[in-house]
């Protein structure tokens, strides 16, 4: 939504009369959600060069100082600017995951990505080989990308539809605005490229639903465009068709949300984000606590937990100005 919203204010704008602080914003904003979304912040410092005059400095050191605090907690809990970015970590800080252990930065990085690829649902590569040379491709296909069609899917052909239903009732086209038209180009082009990134280092539903939705919808107004502009009955068709099939998603989604609900227990209601038959196995290091969990996750847990066991072994535990450090050993 908040990528959408981010699109829409270049919309409604020309170059030289853009909010580059609503822009700004809404990138800090998203950047801080999904590091993803750091893509966007080109797009905002383009605007700004060509708005600079326009620009409110005291907002605009506001949105940053939020980033550098962002950016500074990150290397006081895991000696990376942006974890896992091998290029973006330092290996100087006793905190540091450094390269005699197991799960070092550049090993986390691939281990993410390919993950995020399906990695899981083959056994034929390692990790590393599986994110080289597109390996990932057919497994991936296979899989998580039926995944992504059957969520998208209604979406798709509720467009569709109404774009069918416009060109049944509207045979002539109306003249295109040149502006409108290189505006919505322009937007069509830079979903696409946020698109490709997505698909190319994280392609899971949830990291790109975003980007998948704007290229969509953008695809869908570049079609209708002829057909709505200057006719109002067709705008009017659109709205109606709108809020028809924004019920049908809701009538959809309301049993899925009460599938698992049970009226003695309210707290039912709520996703479980606790697992209780994990089979955790308590040890100490240093008198603190750490759970360690039989299962490749920990859920949500009252005291910190992992599933690497051999890490475990190889960290000590430091208390300074009422924070936890986990510190790597030093190993000769």
């Known amino acids: 939504m908040v990528f959408l919203f981010f699109i829409s204010k270049i919309l409604e704008s020309t170059t030289k009369n853009v909010n580059c602080n609503d822009l700004l914003a809404l990138s800090v904003f998203s950047f801080l959600n999904k590091i993803t979304f750091i893509i966007t912040f080109p797009i905002t410092i383009f605007y700004i060069i060509k ?46 995951t450094n390269s005699n252990l197991t799960i070092n930065n550049k090993n986390a990085f691939i281990e993410i ?76 082009i830079i979903s696409f490229l946020f698109l490709t990134y997505w698909f190319f280092n994280a392609p899971v539903y949830r990291f790109g639903y975003s980007f998948l939705a704007s290229f969509i919808a953008f695809i869908f107004i570049f079609l209708t465009y002829p057909y709505v502009t200057n006719n109002k009955s067709n705008s009017n068709i659109i709205k109606k068709l709108v809020y028809f099939f924004l019920l049908i998603f809701i009538f959809i989604q309301f049993p899925k949300i009460f ?51 051999d890490l475990i072994n190889k960290v000590i535990i430091e208390k300074k100005f009422n924070y936890k450090f986990y510190i790597n050993k030093k190993i000769n």
Request: charged letters at 20%.
């Open 51 to 96: 708005n600079i005059k326009k620009l409110k400095y005291l907002n605009s050191i506001f949105y940053i100082s939020f980033i550098l605090l962002w950016l500074l907690k990150n290397i006081f809990t895991t000696g990376c600017v942006i974890y896992p970015l091998p290029n973006f970590c330092f290996d100087k800080f006793p905190w540091s």
């Open 113 to 188: 990505s390919a993950w995020a690829k399906g990695f899981p649902d083959q056994k034929k590569f390692s990790q590393a080989m599986y994110i080289k040379n597109m390996n990932w491709l057919e497994t991936w296909s296979k899989n998580h990308f039926l995944i992504i069609l059957k969520k998208i899917l209604i979406f798709v052909l509720s467009l569709i539809f109404i774009f069918i239903l416009l060109k049944k009732l509207n045979k002539t086209k109306s003249a295109w605005d040149a502006k409108s038209k290189k505006k919505i180009i322009s937007s069509l």
């Open 259 to 309: 599938k698992n609900f049970n009226k003695e227990k309210l707290s039912n209601f709520w996703p479980s984000v606790i697992q209780k038959n994990n089979n955790y196995r308590q040890i100490s290091i240093n008198n603190e606590k750490i759970l360690i969990s039989s299962k490749e996750n920990c859920f949500y847990t009252k005291i910190p937990c992992t599933y690497y066991n």
